[in-house]
């Protein structure tokens, strides 16, 4: 009983919270950009499935649906071939411009990201801990043991840039090109000059890819003191959430054509509810920053999977929607319900999988 409570307060409540928020920043982007155009709005859900509690407000029933995995808006005139009463034509979206449309289509993934760089700006202005440029171990043979780097230096500047943390560090060491850097040491109470040039070394990318960089030979310390709270100005913080955003959205992107490209391979960094589950719970046990940090990287990662080209996904719709616009008239209905049909047929596969993959990642066979 104690394991069961444990896992629900540990892993489920997190869960629920983290996706729960995110689709709901989801929904509430094609909600409000379909009542600034205009368009009547039938159901605004949290999740599928029976109805746990329903409110009606105007011509919106809010529900709380049983089945948490998602959620979803119903405009007036949904589908192409919904009927609709004449008087009730003005306010039906299949009655609105393909500008409209597209702009409802594209409000949810639209939200997720805006709401993706709110948070990660919010992260920076709060502060979140930083390494330092602190040295904690020196590779025999590199070119920082050559310069004479040692355990415990700090660098304060190369090429009489000054260096505030580790990833500043990183980043212009991985940009050198392997040219002569000159950098400025302190250590204990005094500081030295020394050149060095960076070594081209076989090193992987966040994705795991074998790939070449620039390096010295250095490894950050790990040490209390190595750590400071880094805070940033709204502006810089909002720039710097963009830049993140940005980066996470090329991160899935790529990733997702890692696993098209190399599925067996691959595979086995799908997660799905469980995976979610298990790093959201560790993420909320580190504290908030973290885990609201989680829900920003997955927030992006539902948005840009959301404009996939696939039946069933607002990509489909936009997909169908600028077919529309190229022929000049509305796809035939069939077609799109044929190929609403093999997309939900895909994504029950790939649920499947992922619950495959979760279960296997976490219970030993």
Known sequence: MENIIGIFVN??????ILLGVIIFVHELGHFIVAKLAGVRVLK??????????GKKIGDTEYLLSLLPLGGYVKPLGEAPDD???EKDKPYALNNQSKSKRFAVLFAGSCFNLIFATIVFACIYMVGTPMLIPRVGQVLDDSPAKHAGIKEGDTIEYVNGKKIELW???????????????????????????????????????????NIETYRIGIASS?????????????????????????????????????LIKNPVERRQDIGGPILIGKLAGDFARVGLASFTLLMAMISVNIGILNLLPIPILDGG?????????????????????????????????????????????????
């Open 167 to 209: 990833t500043e560090l990183i980043e212009v060491v991985e940009n050198s090109n392997g040219e002569k850097l000159t950098i400025q040491v302190r250590r204990n109470d005094s500081t030295f000059t020394a050149d060095l040039t960076p070594q081209l070394v076989p090193a992987k990318n966040i994705l795991g890819e």
């Open 222 to 258: 790990s040490s209390k003191d190595s750590f400071i709270i880094k805070k940033y100005n709204p502006a810089v913080a909002l720039w710097m959430g963009i830049k993140d955003t940005s980066k996470w959205s090329k991160l899935t992107l790529m990733g997702l054509g890692m």
């Open 317 to 365: 719709h936009i997909l169908f929607l600028c077919i529309e616009a190229v022929k000049g008239s509305p796809v035939n209905i069939r077609k799109i319900e044929i190929a609403q049909q093999v997309g939900l047929a895909l994504l029950l596969m790939l649920m499947a999988f992922v619950f495959y993959n979760d279960i296997t990642r976490f219970i030993p066979g």
């Open 44 to 53: 605004f859900s949290l999740g599928f499935g029976p109805k746990i509690f």
């Open 83 to 85: 009927p609709v009463e």
């Open 11 to 16: 892993y489920i409540i997190p869960a629920s």
